[in-house]
C-alpha cells in the first residue's frame, strides 16, 4: 500500500508540473512546444496506475478538472488544423493517414463495434447518431466506411465551424456524402429526433463536468427509444487526468441498462460504456432477457483475448489500409 501511495504521489506530481508548463504555452494550436508537453503528458497517464483520480484531494482535483480543459482546447484546435491539411487535397479521405493518431480512431471505433455486437448480438442500425463530432469526425468515418457500410448517421456538434469542415471531408466520396450529415446543435435542444436512432455515441468530452454529463445521459434517457443503445467514452486510472470519468450509476440513473463497462490498455485511451434505453416500464434488455432497473447487473470488463484480438488485427489493418 505504501508503495502504491508513492507512486500515485509521484504521478501526480509529474502531472502537475505538466499541467503547469501546458498552462504557460501562449497558444494551444499545434507546435513542436505543444506537441511535445502533450505527448509526455500522454505518455505519462497511459501506463496502467493505481491512482483513483474521483478521490484526489481538492488542490489535485482542481488541476485535474483545469487539465481535461486545456486537454479539450488542445484536441479541437489539433482536429481543426488536420482537417484543413485534409480539405487541402481533391479527396481528403484518401489522405486520413496523415493524422497522428489516426490508427487509435481505428481500434477505438472497431471495438466499439465489436462490443456493441457482443452486448446486442445481430444488431443492425440504420441510423446511428455521434453527439460531439467535430471537425475531424474519426468515427464516424471509421464506423460508416468499415463497419457499419449501410447505416446513416447523423453527427451533431454545437460548432458551426467544425461541422463546415467535418461536411468538406466528405464531399468527394458520393457513398459517405449520402450516408452523412452534419448539424449545428447543442444536444439539450435535440427531442424527438434522438427517438429516431438505433445507437447514440456520445464523445468524451460532451459534458466535461460530472454533473453536466449526468444531465446529457438524462436528457438521452428522456427522449432515446426504448431499447436503442447508447456508447459513452469515458476514462480509468490516470487516463482520467485527459478524460472526464463517467460513473455508470449516472447512466443507469438516466434511464439507461448498462451492459458492459470495457477499460482498455495501451493505444486505445478511453474506455467505452454500452448501455441501452429500458422501456418506459422501467424494464431494460439485457442480451434477451429483461429485468428490473433496480437490479442492472454491472460487468466491468478487464482487457481481455477479445481487445488484444482487435488491437492487433486493427493495427495491421491501419498499416495496409490507410485510406478509403
Known sequence: MEAQNMEVATLVQKITGLHAAIAKLPSLSPSPDVDALFTALVTACVPASPVDVTKLGPEAQ???????????????????????????????LDHLDRFPYFSNYINLSKLEHELLLRCIPGLAPSRVAFVGSGPLPFSSLVLAARHLPSTRFDNYDRCAAANGRAR???????????RMSFHTVDVADLTDELGEYDVVFLAALVGMAAEDKAKVVAHLGKHMADGAALVVRSAHGARGFLYPIVDPEDIRRGGFDVMTVHHPEGEVINSVIIARKVDAGGNGLQNGHSHALGAVPMVVSQPCKMEANTLEKSEEMAKKELAF
Do not use: T
Not at 482542481?62 to 487539465?67: Q, V
Not at 468538406?168 to 449520402?178: G, S
Open 168 to 178: 468538406k471531408l466528405v464531399r468527394a466520396d458520393k457513398d459517405l456524402r449520402a
Open 62 to 92: 482542481e488541476m485535474r478538472e483545469d487539465l481535461i480543459r486545456l486537454c479539450s482546447d488542445a484536441e479541437g484546435r489539433l482536429e481543426a488544423h488536420y482537417s484543413d491539411v485534409l480539405n487541402a487535397f481533391d479527396n481528403p
